[in-house]
Nanobody, 126 residues
């Protein structure tokens, strides 16, 4: 079992940057595929980015490609989401997710993840 705690959210102007962090408990972080999802008011939760256990493979939503970067540091049990060129439509609650995996691929569907953090609010003003 793993517990996830997100941090780094806040209010930023359009065009600005933020870095989200997700700290995971436990000793087997490197066995978990990780993902960042977001949910805007009245909308379904959607994938932002996903990363494989080793960090070699990543996947992004089309809406954030070229602007967001997901990375992980397995020695620090932490996954990051670097967000640049932020837009008002990036506003939402951002969630970190984890799933124990023997495979080395990425998971892009919310239903594939077992563990979730409590979320951190990101608000981008125009």
């Amino acid at each position: 079992q793993v517990q996830l705690v997100e941090s780094g959210g806040g209010l930023v102007q359009a065009g600005g940057s933020l870095r989200l962090s997700c700290a995971a408990s436990g000793r087997t972080f490197s066995m978990y595929a990780m993902g960042w999802f977001r949910q805007a008011p009245g909308k379904e939760r959607e994938l932002v980015g996903a990363i494989s256990r080793s960090g070699i493979s990543t996947s992004y939503a089309d809406s954030v490609k070229g602007r967001f970067t997901i990375s992980r540091d397995n020695a620090k049990n932490t996954v990051y989401l670097q967000m640049s060129s932020l837009k008002p439509e990036d506003t939402g609650v951002y969630y970190c997710a984890a799933d124990f995996q023997f495979s080395t691929g990425v998971l892009t569907s919310a239903g594939e993840y077992e563990y979730w953090g409590q979320g951190t609010q990101v608000t981008v003003s125009s």
